[in-house]
């Protein structure tokens, strides 16, 4: 599994011709990252006592954006495996009409999975968006930058993974599926901007 592995390694296999890693995986690794600079304003902050009436608060957050870390660095590796299942589909045999046949449904069930990967990831950079927001406001401002980094990378991230949601969509005939997917990332998309535009106007602020 890449997550458990070197970051050189992924980086070089993400380099090279490979079809994958790709796209989706790094986006799910650098929201990762933004989880866990979450994480880091919240354990900078716990304990202290000028921030003793938010502990709670921060323990609430800790625990919540380590959570949103590991379904991320689960999704680094999901999306690599759903581009196998696809290449596997496109490599099925298409000489007889029942083997066409064959062949289209197992393609556009593996296109709607390859999309709800890429989906997930934007949901979860929402998620790390949101809690970048609490981290900016009550956690220690001596971190409020990492803050402020946490949210720029995960609207960043957010953006890539709706470009492999829509790359996807394309190959899909289930026009009420492209529909409702397609709303669902505008709808995460607009959520995420706004928290990053605030979250950023905070740290700024807070830096002084």
């Known amino acids: 599994m890449y997550i458990e592995g070197r970051i050189d390694d992924f980086l070089d296999k993400l380099a090279s011709s490979s079809?994958?890693?790709?796209?989706?995986?790094?986006?799910?690794?650098a929201a990762a990252i933004g989880a866990a600079l979450v994480s880091m304003v919240?354990?900078?902050?716990?304990?202290?006592?000028?921030y003793a009436d938010v502990q709670d608060k921060i323990a609430e957050l800790a625990d919540a954006s380590e959570g949103v870390r590991a379904k991320l660095q689960e999704l680094v590796q999901k999306d690599t495996e759903v581009y196998g299942v696809l290449a596997g589909a496109f490599k099925m045999?298409?000489?007889?009409?029942?083997?066409?046949?064959?062949?289209?449904?197992?393609?556009q069930a593996a296109c709607k999975e390859a999309t709800m990967v890429p989906y997930a990831i934007a949901e979860q950079c929402l998620e790390?968006?949101?809690?970048?927001?609490?981290?900016?406001?009550?956690?220690?401002?001596?971190?409020?930058?990492?803050?402020?980094?946490?949210?720029?990378?995960?609207?960043?991230?957010?953006?890539?993974?709706?470009?492999?949601?829509k790359i996807n969509l394309g190959s899909i005939k289930d026009e009420a599926f492209n529909?409702?997917?397609?709303?669902?990332?505008?709808?995460?998309l607009a959520r995420s901007l706004t928290l990053k535009d605030k979250v950023v106007k905070v740290t700024y602020q807070k830096l002084g």
């Open 19 to 29: 079809p994958e890693p790709g796209g989706g995986s790094a986006s799910a690794l």
């Open 179 to 188: 529909m409702e997917k397609w709303s669902g990332i505008q709808d995460i």
């Open 128 to 165: 790390v968006a949101r809690l970048s927001e609490l981290a900016a406001d009550i956690g220690n401002v001596n971190a409020v930058s990492d803050a402020g980094c946490a949210v720029l990378l995960a609207e960043a991230c957010a953006q890539c993974a709706a470009l492999n949601v």
């Open 93 to 107: 045999p298409r000489e007889t009409e029942d083997e066409k046949s064959a062949r289209n449904d197992a393609v």
């Open 42 to 50: 919240a354990n900078l902050t716990v304990g202290k006592e000028k």
